[in-house]
């Protein structure tokens, strides 16, 4: 019995060792970029569909802090709500599903020369792309994408801001 | 008759798990994603967790399906599922209102912590059920071979 508990054990490990082999070195790539913190993983469809006349600029956590430390601008590319739960502080929110609305004001506010850093939610979220992307197109000449995100931030412990703090 | 539902239970188990890993490989970023909503893990840590478990669970799943290896399948099952049970209890005793990730991660259904946990509660059920129909049949396997020795004597 004791010898039989063994033998199923040993095998299930073994079962777990080739899923997670197999879920490694299909996915290597993918883990590499994660774990170097160079997520660069712009959605496929946008790649495809839309060539603008300059793409955003992707930065990395330590230059989010670099920029808004010398006067850039964060810029939350999440919904309202998302925003209001919690942000990185000091970000302005220009949601971008409420760009055609709010993109006035905003052009309006913000120097076009201002260096911005973009972001949502992380993970392959399209949001903070689409957003630099339009913004560009509005005429800002620094515009710069922080595919980390939200998530990457408040992990990090850097200082956040909002209602679940 | 024992044999039927060993078979019934033992085939929607593996179908569940099949199903679950397979269209979690399909988009393992989307899957990383709601992993990281959990807010359990650090945030490179959500990208292994979804490189691997859904390749675990497809593994599991299959061995049951073509019923080899089904004891050590359903331990894979059943401590996945255990696993899931506590993230999912965690997640209702933090009050967050996320999408439990269980199966199609670009799907809009969203499936809450609490309807999440009570399906792997029946999955449990199914686990213990299929193990212990597995062993009262090959005892009876057994005991027939014995009284067939015995004839043959």
């Not at chain 1, 399209?126 to 939200?150: C, W």
């Not at chain 2, 044999?3 to 199903?19: D, N, P």
């Amino acid at each position: 019995m004791f010898n039989d508990l063994k033998r199923i054990g040993l095998e299930a490990c073994v079962l777990i060792a080739f899923g997670v082999l197999v879920g490694l070195s299909l996915n290597h790539q993918l883990l590499l970029d994660a774990f170097s913190g160079h997520l660069v993983s712009l959605p496929r469809q946008i790649a495809q569909e839309s060539v603008p006349i300059a793409l955003p600029i992707p930065a990395l956590i330590d230059e989010v802090q670099q920029v808004a430390a010398s006067g850039g601008l964060i810029v939350d590319a999440r919904s309202p709500e998302q925003y209001a739960a919690g942000h990185i502080d000091g970000a302005v929110s220009l949601p971008l599903v409420e760009i055609d609305a709010a993109l006035p004001d905003f052009i309006a506010r913000i120097d076009k020369n201002r260096t911005l850093v973009i972001y949502c939610s992380g993970f392959g979220c399209p949001d903070s792309f689409d957003l630099a992307v339009r913004l560009i197109e509005s005429g800002y000449t620094d515009v710069r994408v922080f595919e980390g995100g939200y998530p990457e931030w408040r992990d990090a412990g850097l200082p956040v801001a909002g209602d679940e703090q | 008759m024992k044999r039927f539902f060993y078979h019934l239970a033992r085939l929607t188990l593996a179908l569940v798990f099949v199903y679950a890993g397979a269209v979690k490989m399909q988009d393992v970023v989307a899957f990383a994603g709601h992993v990281a909503a959990y807010q359990l893990l650090p945030y490179a840590m959500n990208y292994l967790v979804a490189a691997t478990l859904p390749y675990v669970e497809f593994l599991a799943g299959v061995m049951l399906l073509l019923n080899a290896r089904v004891r050590p399948a359903l331990l894979v099952i059943g401590a996945m599922t255990l696993v899931f049970m506590a993230a999912l209890v965690s997640v209702l005793l933090r009050g967050l209102a996320i999408d439990c990730g269980c199966f199609d991660p670009g799907g809009g259904q969203d499936v809450t912590a609490g309807v999440a946990l009570l399906r792997d509660i029946a999955l449990m059920v199914l686990v213990v059920l299929v193990w212990w129909l597995r062993v009262r049949i090959e005892e009876r396997g057994m005991r027939n071979e014995e009284r067939g020795m015995r004839k043959e004597e």
